[in-house]
């Protein structure tokens, strides 16, 4: 009987051809043996410098690994290719991926990005020796561009990414190092997350098309889930920084800053979400930490609104942020925003 492999790379793409190459030759290189590619085209329509679309790219890519783990020895690695017919978004490509895997661990991979040498080794053999639920390693911040603005937040990047428990976690003090105490990020990548814990957590998200803070939604449940965290000292991820629709640059239209704003749907989607649980789940310590944190994602937003949309779009990017947050909750963030900088001006 063919066994299942230990671990599935899930990499979701849309509109990120040009660096799919780059991430799928990062997988393939792994010296781990037993592991699988699931891809996820989520209705991209661009190309890579070549012209090739997204599914031949990764046709090219399973005879390239075919030729390349038989030369030196090594299993064959199966690809699993699916492609929705329109974009879903990075929540649902995401879950297409989760479901579509076969293993017992999910390994999130961004396609700008890549894992670094050994990482599924390193990531599997904590694992096993632990019986971890999650294992998060360190991250390595990459990014092309080199003037000082450039460098500054890169250096932010790097804090903000690099937060990992190094250490064990069990029981709700997993939920509380991520959401209380912030100890760890909720990023999914750069972790090996076992899948029955991941399609649980998926389990309490309805189909959304969210783009932004997606992480957040998902490994809300995903450490609520899980029994047992392991962080370790090793980097093992390369991330891309500023390539995609969150990074720092002006807002011309409407439709990207509609994205940004669906940041609203995470929470309303959490909080709708533990209306199903009994009541007492969660603790009024841990209630008010979302709370705290849904706060902070609008402060965010109302920031990103002020500093990068463009003059003449600012009254309707204000009326589309209350649309999505609820007016009264937006006005009163602004107040204390405000209120805030006035006294940090004295």
């Not at 290719?81 to 293993?103: F, K, Q």
């Not at 790097?158 to 976690?169: A, C, D, I, R, S």
Request: net charge negative.
């Amino acid at each position: 009987m063919k066994q299942e492999p230990k671990i599935s790379v899930c990499i979701p793409v849309f509109n990120s051809e040009r660096q799919l190459k780059r991430c799928l030759d990062s997988v393939i290189s792994q010296d781990f043996p037993d592991f699988e590619i699931v891809i996820v085209n989520d209705g991209s329509t661009g190309t890579d410098e070549k012209g090739l679309v997204c599914r031949k790219i990764v046709k090219q890519a399973e005879k390239d690994c075919k030729r390349k783990r038989k030369e030196k020895g090594q299993n064959a690695v199966p690809f699993n290719y699916t492609e929705h017919r329109s974009n879903l978004g990075l929540l649902e490509a995401r879950r297409t991926a989760i479901e579509n895997a076969r293993s017992e661990y999910i390994c999130i991979l961004d396609s700008d990005d890549i894992l670094l040498p050994c990482a599924l080794t390193f990531f599997w053999d904590v694992a096993f020796k632990t019986n971890a639920d999650i294992v998060q390693a360190h991250t390595d911040i990459y990014c092309e561009d080199t003037d000082s603005s450039s460098v500054e937040r890169i250096k932010e990047i790097n804090t903000k990414y690099n937060n990992v428990f190094e250490g064990e976690l069990t029981g709700s003090a997993v939920f509380d190092s991520f959401l209380i105490n912030q100890s760890h990020i909720g990023l999914l990548w750069a972790k090996l997350i076992r899948r029955e814990v991941y399609l649980a957590a998926l389990s309490h998200i309805p189909f959304t098309h969210c783009v932004m803070s997606e992480d957040m939604l998902q490994y809300f449940f995903i450490a609520y889930e899980a029994k047992k965290y392991v962080g370790i000292k090793n980097t093992l991820y390369r991330y891309t920084a500023d390539t995609g629709i969150s990074s720092n640059m002006i807002i011309s239209d409407l439709a990207r800053w509609e994205k940004i704003c669906t940041t609203a749907n995470v929470f309303a989607i959490i909080f709708e979400a533990i209306k199903e649980y009994p009541e007492g789940t969660f603790s009024l310590e841990q209630m008010e930490a979302l709370r705290l944190q849904s706060r902070s994602y609008l402060v965010n937003n109302i920031q990103q609104m002020r500093k990068y949309v463009i003059p003449e779009l600012q009254n309707q990017a204000h009326a589309m942020l209350c649309d999505y947050w609820g007016e009264d909750f937006v006005n009163r963030m602004e107040q204390a925003l405000d209120k805030k900088a006035i006294i940090c001006s004295f």
